[in-house]
């Protein structure tokens, strides 16, 4: 019988360990974020509110789930789509278009797109700067959802997402405050 000349990646055999840790991983990415995790702010032009996850804590969850040196990411493209300057108003409206690559350890990877924008700046550096900073941001958020609900994709039904934000998450107790003052100073 001759070998098909090309092979299906889906149904290539795993040896049993890999297929254990695949699974275990699978079960954390399957996962929703907790309340702690979720941010909401105003909507644009007074809309409603958007729930979303700050881009340090989703970097934070990928390091805990992959490991620190389990993924890595890289700017595919990034693009000034617009500067404009104003002479009346003698400020600057910036757009920057970024899109993104994650990968994995085993090569498994995604990409997605991400953008950033501002509007009425005083400097243009400051705007490019801002807005380079948004559009990479918004794009690796964006890219790691596509790995599961534990690295941001629950936030896009909006069942779960008017649920949560409805929990309430208690503060930080004072506790805690030394191990964090001790854990800064430490190097």
């Known amino acids: 019988m001759s070998k098909p000349l090309f ?40 809309g409603p509110k958007l729930t979303y996850a700050e881009g340090w804590k989703i970097i ?28 009346e108003s003698r400020r600057y409206n910036v757009g920057v278009t970024a899109i993104l690559r994650v990968t994995l350890r085993d090569g498994t990877h995604h990409e997605d797109v991400g953008y950033g924008m501002l509007e009425n700046s005083k400097s243009k550096a400051a705007a490019l700067d801002k807005c380079k900073k948004e559009a990479v941001t918004d794009a ?35 506790a805690f405050m030394p191990l964090l003052i001790v854990s800064f100073n430490c190097y």
């Open 140 to 174: 690796l958020k964006r890219t790691l959802r596509n790995f599961g609900n534990l690295l941001g994709n629950c936030l896009y039904d909006k069942a779960y997402a008017q649920e949560v934000v409805k929990i309430k998450v208690p503060p930080v107790s004072d």
């Open 7 to 46: 092979a299906n990646p889906f149904n290539d055999s795993i040896p049993e360990d890999s297929a254990k840790r695949i699974a275990t991983l699978q079960a954390k990415l399957n996962k929703r974020l907790g309340p702690e995790y979720i941010s909401q702010r105003p909507g644009p032009a007074g």
């Open 60 to 87: 934070n969850l990928a390091n805990e789930v992959f490991g620190f040196n389990g993924w890595s990411s890289n700017v595919v493209n990034l693009t000034t789509d617009f500067v404009e300057y104003s002479e």
